[in-house]
T-cell receptor, first 113, second 115 residues
Framework: AQSVTQLDSHVSVSEGTPVLLRCNYSSSYSPSLFWYVQHPNKGLQLLLKYTSAATLVKGINGFEAEFKKSETSFHLTKPSAHMSDAAEYFCVVSDGGYSTLTFGKGTMLLVSP | DTGVSQDPRHKITKRGQNVTFRCDPISEHNRLYWYRQTLGQGPEFLTYFQNEAQLEKSRLLSDRFSAERPKGSFSTLEIQRTEQGDSAMYLC?????????????FGPGTRLTVL
């Protein structure tokens, strides 16, 4: 069985400051891990994915995440927040192959001027 | 736009009525998934198809729910005798065997409100 825990339901940052969204996962296999972003009234968009290659994964819009197997974590970071980053972010795990995706409950990122 | 499309985008219905949603996946994708997202939660898996075969169903999919993908292209999700608890966003996604790690592409969703 696979599961995801997003440790913060809301994160507030100021524009230009770093972003850290935390995610822990549980998986019986070598997992694939994803971060998706959902802007209001928009569809889910893939930010980045980990597929057992490099443990530091770079995504779109300056986001990156590091896979740490010993800590079962896959935290999302960005050096400098932009107002347009305000959205809900989902950490997602898949047991690989073509198994289904299991989503976390989401973290709402709020960016203030 | 060649992404995943869903129709309608919004549906308001009265309790007890039947509703049907449609999803058109990316054309070369052979896998199609349905998810449900309620307020404050992440999407939850409902069912998926490989071509026209329905391969897995979640226990969330009660007997009132049925999904089809008759020709391996578009899919429909029907909810019979809707209940207020069915109010949610219904998301469709598709994926291709040529993409590793089951990367799924999502449609904009159909928001269902049951009065």
């Amino acid at each position: 069985a696979q599961s995801v825990t997003q440790l913060d339901s809301h994160v507030s940052v100021s524009e230009g400051t770093p972003v850290l969204l935390r995610c822990n996962y549980s998986s019986s296999y070598s997992p694939s891990l994803f971060w998706y972003v959902q802007h209001p009234n928009k569809g889910l968009q893939l930010l980045l994915k980990y597929t057992s290659a490099a443990t530091l994964v770079k995504g779109i819009n300056g986001f990156e995440a590091e896979f740490k197997k010993s800590e079962t974590s896959f935290h999302l970071t960005k050096p400098s927040a932009h107002m347009s980053d305000a959205a809900e972010y989902f950490c997602v795990v898949s047991d690989g192959g073509y198994s289904t995706l299991t989503f976390g409950k989401g973290t709402m990122l709020l960016v203030s001027p | 736009d060649t992404g995943v499309s869903q129709d309608p985008r919004h549906k308001i219905t009265k309790r007890g009525q039947n509703v049907t949603f449609r999803c058109d996946p990316i054309s070369e994708h052979n896998r199609l998934y349905w998810y449900r997202q309620t307020l404050g939660q992440g999407p939850e898996f409902l069912t998926y198809f490989q071509n026209e075969a329905q391969l897995e169903k979640s226990r969330l999919l009660s007997d009132r729910f049925s999904a089809e993908r008759p020709k391996g292209s578009f899919s429909t999700l029907e909810i019979q005798r809707t209940e207020q608890g069915d109010s949610a966003m219904y998301l469709c996604a598709s994926s291709s065997p040529f993409w590793r790690a089951n990367e799924q592409f999502f449609g904009p969703g159909t928001r269902l409100t049951v009065l």
